[in-house]
């Protein structure tokens, strides 16, 4: 059994609130209580065990800073020089911990346009990586399972996505997926107006796998139609789809008016999307409709200089990933510095930018009842960020990832 850990001197940001000087304590991998310092119990019990007394608790102070749900990422290629397509469990491990580092405990890795070759040994390194995340020696965030990222796209809105693996949506392909990944298969992006597209979001939809629009040309009705047939997601929203124009709305426009059980990501990194576009995206679709994503490649963590995405050269310099013919490819961004944008270029409160971050992502993915917020009962997955919102400790099921000790 490990000591519970009370985690003291912190702005706790909370579901509905930040309250100043919280505390909230881990046990047994579990949040065993989240709320006002002064009334922390003095002994906690673990489920079925004896209290441990205050006396006993290993201590963190974290001196002011914010204490947040740990981050949940449901769009993720890459990090610190590994790729979800290199198909390996030590590439996954490379991304946990870098991602670890940016506050980010639970992420889906995410493939690229590729061969079912290259996806299906994608789909097994993340089915192994889901198991071994679990354990004591995993120093990372956990992996939840897989976001299938095309290939069942439209060539028109490609992106960084390599359109030589284009092809109609396959069934046949998903069900092998699905086999090797059960409910480690999570989240999927395809285009609805493509060929197939209308049989695989059936198939996905009654298998529990959630759909999301991206990289799609539809038009607003063709988007539309795509919701009513049961796509809750739109990938990076205003990137890589049919944008908004006063005499054909697009995808964006659908997305604008998508009903409340519609999430769409973005990504904030003030490259990707205008501060303003981004803020206009949260008018219409509330905070409860916002999922943060970093869309992260290989080169996130790493130096500038050139990385590959999906077998696609790209260029790193400053904050921009791009292909030689300037298609911004990914992105270098963490999420810490996502939600920091939120607060400070778009304006949103921090308990609503964690929402974004964690809740939202964690209800899409469908692990909500464990993750993404400060509750007791949930997981154990927290997040320390200092008044820059730099992540200087996290904590993935209880067990310390990234920090100095205190
Ligand atoms: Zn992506």
């Known amino acids: 059994m490990h000591r519970p850990i009370c985690i003291t001197g912190g702005k706790l940001v909370l579901e509905e609130s930040v309250l100043e000087d919280g505390a909230v304590v881990l046990m047994e991998g579990r949040i065993a209580y989240a709320g006002p310092a002064d009334l922390v119990p003095p002994a906690i019990a673990p489920p079925g065990g004896e ?28 990090g610190g020089g590994a790729d979800t397509m290199d198909g390996t469990v030590e590439a996954l491990r490379r991304i946990a911990s870098l991602h670890a580092a940016h506050g980010t405990t639970c992420l889906l890795a995410t493939t690229t346009t590729e061969s079912q070759e290259r996806i299906v040994a994608a789909a097994r390194a993340v089915r192994e990586a889901m198991a071994l995340s679990k354990e004591d020696g995993w120093h990372g965030a956990s ?11 439209n060539p028109k809105r490609a992106g960084a996505q390599n359109p030589a693996y284009i092809r109609p949506a396959s069934v046949a392909e998903l069900e092998e997926v699905m086999a090797i990944l059960e409910e480690g298969f999570r989240l999927v992006t395809l285009a609805p107006e493509m060929e197939g597209a209308k049989e ?85 679709k509330g905070t409860d409709g916002i999922c943060l994503v970093t869309d992260a490649i290989a080169a996130a963590g790493m130096p500038e200089g050139e990385y590959e995405l999906g077998r696609l050269q790209v260029t790193v310099k400053g904050r921009e990933c791009r292909l030689a013919d300037g298609t911004l490819a990914g992105s270098v961004l963490t999420m810490d510095q996502a939600v920091g944008f939120m607060v400070r270029e ?51 099921g209880g067990r310390r990832v990234f920090g100095d000790p205190a």
């Not at 102070?61 to 981050?71: E, I, L, N, R």
């Not at 992996?143 to 796209?153: F, K, N, R, S, T």
């Not at 949930?378 to 992540?391: G, I």
Request: with cysteine; net charge negative; charged share 20%.
């Open 200 to 284: 695989a979001i059936e198939f996905l939809r009654r298998a529990g796998v959630a759909v999301s629009m991206g990289h799609t040309d539809a038009t607003f009705e063709q988007a539309m139609a795509g919701f009513d047939a049961g796509i809750t997601h739109v990938t990076h929203t205003y990137n890589a789809m049919r944008p908004l124009h006063h005499r054909d709305p697009g995808v964006v426009g659908a997305a604008f008016l998508s009903g409340p059980e519609v999430r769409c990501e973005v990504i904030a990194d003030g490259v990707h999307v205008h501060a303003k576009a981004i803020e206009a995206l949260w008018r219409a």
């Open 143 to 153: 992996i939840a399972g897989m976001h299938l990222e095309g290939p069942y796209i």
């Open 51 to 78: 209290a441990v007394p205050f006396s006993e608790w290993e201590r963190y102070d974290a001196q002011g800073a914010w204490v947040f749900p740990g981050f949940v990422d449901v769009h993720i290629h890459g």
């Open 346 to 396: 778009v304006g949103v409160p921090v308990h609503e930018a964690a929402q974004m971050a964690a809740l939202n992502p964690a209800r899409e993915a469908g692990l909500d009842a464990r993750k993404g917020s400060l509750r007791v009962g949930k997981d154990a997955d927290v997040a320390v960020l200092d008044a820059d919102f730099r992540t200087v400790a996290t904590w993935v």
